[in-house]
């Protein structure tokens, strides 16, 4: 998959508390980005999450605000992920919602909870027409 290093939120962010993505996405004056082809937030997971002590908790939340300090940031999209499902190379895809009111910014915010929450994560936004989900299958083929 070809990732454009401009919509790269985090590349192998480790995540032990709360925190913001690594870098930002400027939209500039193309925030109607999200009115033509449906966007969606890729999450990989590079070092699975811990859940030594069962109770920890990931969230995904994709945030935009008018300014890059993101001083009123608004949330256009949460997801809370299982632990058990941030597998090292899980993908997971979250939506933006069609015409969703997007600012000049993006960001992506992980919010962790638990004991000791821990996971390395590369997110990117990319066009869903561009994200390969796909599960293989064992062939039916048998030659003697």
Known sequence: ML???QLLFSDAQAVTADAASTNIVDLGVASNLFDGEPMAVVLTVDVAADMADTDETYEVEIQTDDNASFSSATELVAKTIA?????????HIIPIPMGAAVERYLRVRYDVGGTTPSVTVTAFLQPVSMIQKYKSYADNITIS
Do not use: E, P, R, V
């Open 83 to 91: 632990g058990a499902a941030l597998s090292a190379g899980s993908q």
């Open 3 to 5: 990732i454009d290093k």
